[in-house]
């Protein structure tokens, strides 16, 4: 990595994320005078906004406009607190760090903190702007937890990490519990010290939630498909203006029956009328074709029916006879 590049990243790192001393002064200014080389003690004596003007008229080109970009986007962001009700400040605010984001690459420890401050920025900045909207912030928590490439030391275990897992167990209950579930586990995952961050009982209590919503995902999706056979049926079927319409609502009708909460009999006897209409209405429209494979279906279910009544009447002759 150059000289140059070096000292830019140390500059971002300082200035996104631990930039203030206990005096005023800025930490990233140091590597912003090296980069521009230009003396510490010649900017000294200037307020902190005009040393970084006198600064990036002297940066290498290449630095100028990303250096005076971070610089708007974290004083654009001093000016956002609890009380803010510029959505436009707030708007240029999320807009510029999303550029800045992409000046910081690699994954050196420095480069994933950096990378890190700038979401929870985003984070807090969201979180002013749309309080009652949580599916960006959880985008930057899961971001957050990407960035995270190696914890082996668990230097990562508090910050990013637990930090996310506390938000999201928090405030983020309208988020879908299966995307809730991956993002911990992926927390989960990377900890180090499980002794301290142990996640264990909430990832049940998660998993129990996904198994609960994948079954009424599926009790919905029954209703919604025995609700869309009886509108079919109905209402949609009587009032079909063409034989076309009524091919598509018939051919629907043969994806719908399965789920349909009827006898296994009856529903090969639905099939087996619904092709006979379709062999009409292909018939009629000219589509020998589709005439061709109606009278297949019609037949295999027809079949399929009388087996089933032969089966239902020697199991009942049975069951007559054992008394």
Known sequence: MSRDKKLFDSYLFHCLSDDFSSDGSRKSLKYLCALADVPEQNIAPLANKEAVIKLIGNLPEE???KVALTERAMNNRYKI??????????????SDFYKVLSFINGNSEKNIKTRIAVY???YNIDEQ?????WENRFIFCKKMVQSVKNNSDGRFDHNPLNIAARRMDYFMKSIDVNKRYALLSAIDKKTCNHNTYNYSEKLSTLQQQCENKQEQDKLW???AKRLRYEEI???DLPQAPDAETQIKLYEELLTLVNSQDISRGRKFNEKKTIYNHLIALYKQTGNLEGEKQARMGYEKFLNARNICREATRIKGYKTGRGY
């Open 63 to 65: 630095y100028r406009e």
């Open 81 to 94: 607190d609890g009380d803010c009700q510029d959505d436009d400040l707030m708007s240029q605010a999320k």
């Open 120 to 122: 929870n920025h985003l």
């Open 129 to 133: 702007q749309s309080p009652t909207y």
């Open 221 to 223: 999706q029954l209703e």
């Open 233 to 235: 049926r109905e209402y």
